[in-house]
Nanobody, 124 residues
């Protein structure tokens, strides 16, 4: 059973930075999965933020985070990352990591496996 555990969320002022991590376990083939980050703010639909293919050679970003967020992964550590810079109050949401065998599925904000989420709050 694949397990995803997010960490690194918190409270930060606008303009600040946070680095989210998503530790994976339970399947030795998880390193072959595409992975991504989604977020959901109160009373809003879930939004795909960024996605990365199995070897890190291809990435996708939502227009709202391009130039500010960077997705990366370490298959040696079975960990996915999201470096978030120049944070804005509108980035406030619960951030979830997801994994799937298909990169397009993750890009669409879907996935076979999900973490429990980590709260990111950006104050103005």
């Amino acid at each position: 059973q694949v397990q995803l555990v997010e960490s690194g969320g918190g409270l930060v002022q606008a303009g600040g930075s946070l680095r989210l991590s998503c530790a994976t376990s339970g399947d030795t083939f998880i390193r072959n999965y595409a992975m991504g980050w989604c977020r959901q703010a109160p009373e809003k639909e879930r939004e795909s933020v960024a996605a990365i293919n199995w070897n890190g050679g291809s990435t996708y970003y939502a227009d709202s985070v391009k130039g500010r967020f960077t997705i990366s992964r370490s298959n040696a550590k079975n960990t996915l990352y999201l470096q978030m810079n120049m944070l804005k109050p509108e980035d406030t949401a619960i951030y979830f990591c997801a994994a799937d065998t298909a990169t397009q599925t993750v890009r669409l904000g879907l996935g076979s496996y999900w973490g429990q989420g980590t709260q990111v709050t950006v104050s103005s």
